[in-house]
C-alpha cells in the first residue's frame, strides 16, 4: 500500500488529495497543516473581517468529507525536519511520518517590506484565518486605518474594515491601483467608485515610517506627509513560502522548480500551488493551483497528466465589483486595443498579430470565458476584434 504525505491543505493539497484517492483506493493519504481549520477560503477573509461569514462558512471541507475519503488529516502541525534519503519527515512535536510519495503545497506567505517601524504592534497583512482574528481584535478600539499596498487583498481587507465604520487610506507605491489587473483608465474608474465610498488614496506614495512609541500614532511618507494611524494594513504581495524547499534540499528559485509532471529535483518528491515555480514562472492565483494540484495528485498515485502552464486569469470582486482580467493589459498602451466604456462597465481587449493577447473588465464581466478561450486557442480575431466586447 502506498503511503502519501501532503504537507499543506489549501487549494493545492487538497485538490492532489482527491485525484490521489481517484486513482488509488487503497493508499495512505495524510495531509499535514500548520492551520487550525480544514481547507478554507483565504479570499473569503475579508468578509470573515466584516463580520459577514463566520468560521463554519469559510470552510470548503467539512471534516466528514476527511473521513469518507480516507485521508488523515492532522491540524497544528508543522514539518521541521526532512528526510528523502529515507523518507520520512519529523513534525514540531516530534512525530515522525514515512511517505512513498510526498508533496508540498504550503503556498505563499505575505511579503512584509522592510519599512521602518513595521514590527510595530497594530500592523498586520492578510493572509490567514489567524490573521483575520487579530484584526478584528485590534480594530474594535480604533478609528483610522491605512492600507500600504493598492493590491487586492488590501483593498478587500480595507473594504472590510471601511464596513466597520474605520475610515481608510490606502498608500500605493504605483501611480495606480491593481497595477497587475487594471491599466490607467480602468483603475481611474476603480478609484472614483471607492472615492464615493469613502476610501481616501495617495497614489505614487511610498511609506518612510510607521511612527509609534509602543502604539502607533502615524505613517509617514517620502515627501514629509504624516498620515494618522491606528492600525497599519500591509499588502504588498506574497511571496512562495520556501521553509521546506531547504529543508529537503530542493532546487528553487523564486518559488520551488518544478517539471511538467509536478516533480521537483529530488525523486518521489513534487510540488504544487503557489510554493512552486514553473520554467521560471511562480503563478499565485488560484486557477493554477487547482491544475497543478490535480496533475500532482494524478502522478503522484502512477497516472500520467502533463501541465503546460495556466493563462493568467482572475475573475473576482474588489470592494463588491466584479473585476476580471487576463494576460497583457497593456498598460503602456504599445498595442493595439478595443474599449468599451459606459457608466456601467469598462471593457478591454488588447490585440497582437490579430490575436488577443490580453483582456479587462470591470464592473461587468459577461463574455469574459470566451475572451480567455480565443486567448488560449490563438484564435485569429482580426474580422471580428470590433464586435467582442459588444456582443
Not at 276 to 299: C, D, H, L, R, S
Not at 348 to 362: A, D, T
Request: charged fraction near 25%.
Amino acid at each position: 500500500m502506498t503511503k502519501y504525505l501532503i504537507i499543506g491543505n489549501g487549494v493545492a493539497g487538497t485538490t492532489a488529495a482527491e485525484h490521489i484517492r481517484k486513482q488509488d483506493k487503497q493508499g495512505a493519504i495524510t495531509m499535514v497543516t500548520d492551520e487550525a481549520l480544514p481547507f478554507y477560503n483565504r479570499m473569503k477573509l475579508s468578509d470573515y473581517v466584516a463580520g459577514e461569514v463566520q468560521d463554519q462558512k469559510l470552510l470548503m471541507k467539512q471534516e466528514e468529507w476527511y473521513k469518507g475519503q480516507k485521508i488523515e488529516l492532522k491540524l497544528k502541525t508543522s514539518v521541521q525536519k526532512g528526510n528523502p534519503a529515507e523518507k520520512s519527515v519529523v513534525t514540531a512535536d516530534n512525530q515522525k511520518i514515512a511517505y512513498d510519495r510526498l508533496l508540498i503545497a504550503t503556498g505563499s506567505r505575505s511579503f512584509i517590506p522592510p519599512i521602518k517601524g513595521s514590527d510595530k504592534k497594530g500592523v498586520f497583512a492578510l493572509r490567514s484565518i489567524q490573521d483575520a482574528r487579530d484584526i478584528i481584535a485590534w480594530a474594535k478600539g480604533i478609528r483610522e486605518v491605512v492600507l500600504i499596498g493598492g493590491g487586492l487583498l488590501g483593498l478587500e481587507a480595507g473594504n472590510a474594515l471601511r464596513k466597520l465604520g474605520k475610515k481608510v487610506m490606502v498608500v500605493e507605491f504605483f501611480p495606480r491601483l491593481l497595477p497587475r489587473q487594471l491599466d490607467v483608465d480602468g483603475a481611474k474608474r476603480l478609484e472614483a467608485i471607492m472615492g464615493e465610498m469613502g476610501f481616501s488614496f495617495r497614489l505614487g506614495a511610498k511609506t518612510q515610517e510607521i511612527v509609534g512609541n509602543g502604539k502607533i500614532k502615524s505613517v509617514l511618507l517620502e515627501g514629509g506627509e504624516t498620515l494618522p494611524a491606528e492600525m497599519v494594513i500591509v499588502s504588498a504581495g506574497v511571496r512562495p513560502n520556501l521553509d521546506l524547499a531547504k529543508v529537503f534540499n530542493l532546487d528553487h528559485d523564486k518559488g520551488i522548480k518544478v517539471d511538467e509532471r509536478m516533480q521537483t529535483s529530488q525523486e518521489g518528491i513534487f510540488a504544487a500551488g503557489d510554493v512552486t515555480e514553473f520554467k521560471g514562472m511562480p503563478y499565485g492565483i488560484w486557477t493554477a493551483a487547482v491544475e497543478q494540484g490535480q496533475n500532482a495528485g494524478i502522478n503522484m498515485a502512477g497516472g500520467e497528466a502533463l501541465y503546460k502552464g495556466t493563462v493568467m486569469a482572475n475573475t473576482l470582486k474588489v470592494v463588491g465589483i466584479d473585476l476580471a482580467s487576463a494576460g497583457n493589459i497593456d498598460a503602456e498602451h504599445k498595442l493595439e486595443s478595443k474599449v468599451v466604456s459606459d457608466d456601467r462597465a469598462y471593457k478591454k481587449i488588447v490585440i497582437e498579430n490579430n490575436q488577443i493577447v490580453g483582456c479587462i473588465m470591470l464592473g461587468e464581466t459577461t463574455g469574459f470565458n470566451k475572451v480567455t478561450k480565443m486567448m488560449a486557442d490563438k484564435k485569429d480575431v482580426s474580422q471580428v476584434k470590433d464586435k467582442i466586447l459588444t456582443n
